[in-house]
């Protein structure tokens, strides 16, 4: 059983090609309207401070949180245009350097570099938070990924522990606004079933393209009326926060479980509203 012709909203980006091949293999008809786009900081020196405290003698540092694998990437692509190629690597070696999830864990195992702790799905704050509660290490580093981790550095903090964000690259919207233009306008129309939200930033943008197109009311009361689908808990903090409710969650916090469960859930959700 899959969607059987009902019709999907994603605002997906990245994937947006992937996804749209996974809505239509379980029976969806797709429509991907690009939410995002990620920014490298153009100025980033609160990436400079960290980094001259990370390579100070004796290191200032004793844990690193890498919270994703593009802000890692990123954040090492910023450091090489003062530093030595690979210092950051070298450093990070000296580090109790927690992942939290798969991607940030590939990039360490491509340089080398041991993983103290892996944070486990879903991968929010608190599972980052539970699963170093009993670690030693209070002068941490968090490489932020697009949105501030306030919940996390808070719950650090109030450990005792002494906290530097380091914020590595921004969401911003997509350089084509059409197709999300067209999105809300869709929506507003009743001309989606399904709405699939990968990522907490495409409700940011949603809201705010359906403000900026004095529809931002008519969007709300008409994602009361579809299927409301939350990649996991991140986002479904987020869409709670904007007054949105999602309807379910996946079993596993990713794309291809998000899009497999919600066809063989969707249409018997739409019945019950």
Known sequence: MGFEGLRVLSLESRRAAEIERLIRSQGGVPFVAPSMREIPLEENPEAFEFAARLFQPGGDFDMVILLTGVGTRLLNQILETRYLKGAFAEALRHLAVVVRGPKPAAVMREWGVPIAVTVPEPNTWREVLSAIEHRPERRIAVQEHGRHAAELITGLRERGATVTSVPVYQWGLPLDLEPLREAVRRITAGEFDVVLFTTSVQIQHLLRIAEASGMEAEVRAALKRIVVASVGPTTSETLR????????????????????????????????K
């Open 241 to 272: 926060e904007a007054g949105l409710e999602p309807d379910f969650e996946p079993s596993h916090p990713k794309m291809g479980f998000l899009v497999n469960e919600a066809a063989a859930r969707a249409r018997r959700i739409l019945q019950s």
